[in-house]
């Protein structure tokens, strides 16, 4: 009888704890997208077509990113390779082998020096692309999750944020760990000057850190 009690209790425990999160939400809802957006000019209908195809991944296209000269990118694919394109020539700039072929996210460093990328090895792995040698090869493993990455960003030559599967979100080499959602983070957001970070999470939250 005690434990009907206690799982009684524990229901309206959560009940209330479910209202308090109900009203401070309202509480912290000051405007509407709508209302945010009312007098701005509407855009009108945008037309997009394709501009370029980039050929040469086998297998599933996990991830891509933008270099910062708005030229080159870097792809992710379950073939096990990371490509770095130019996208006004669609040639290969380089094709680098992974070590594992379970790759989620990648990402490209502002300098266009570096790229990285992880998934389900748990570990940020970075190339370096300033090899004079023809083949490019990991210069850095980050191994400090304990779940898959969902997501990376580079901050600047020297820093790299990452998200995982194991609820956290983490500022290498090992400055910091961001640990506050209930769920794993799926994806994140860098502000362009850094100064800023979102993350977002199966737990249908997205946080803002700074």
Request: a positive charge.
């Amino acid at each position: 009888m005690s434990n009907i009690n206690e799982l009684d209790s524990l229901r309206q425990e959560a009940e209330t704890l479910k209202n308090a999160i109900r009203d401070a939400r309202k509480a912290a809802c000051d405007t509407s997208l709508a209302q945010a957006t009312a007098n701005l000019e509407p855009i009108g209908r945008i037309q997009m077509r394709t501009r370029r195809t980039l050929r040469g991944h086998l297998a599933k296209i996990y991830a891509m990113h933008w270099g910062s000269d708005s030229r080159n990118l870097v792809s992710a694919s379950q073939d096990g390779k990371l490509i770095v394109w130019d996208s006004h020539t669609t040639n290969k700039v380089h094709a680098i082998p992974l070590r594992s072929s379970w790759v989620m996210t990648c990402a490209y460093a502002p300098s266009g020096s570096y790229v990285a990328c992880g998934g389900l090895d748990n570990i940020c792995s970075i190339y370096s692309l300033k090899t004079r040698e023809g083949n490019v090869r990991v210069s850095r493993e980050l191994p400090g999750h304990s779940g898959y990455l969902s997501c990376c960003r580079f901050l600047d030559d020297n820093q790299i944020l990452t998200s995982s599967g194991d609820m956290t979100c983490s500022s290498h080499l090992g400055l910091r760990i961001l640990a506050g959602h209930d769920n794993r983070v799926s994806c994140l957001g860098v502000t362009e000057n850094g100064m800023a970070v979102a993350t977002g999470s199966w737990d249908s939250f997205l946080r803002i850190w700074n």
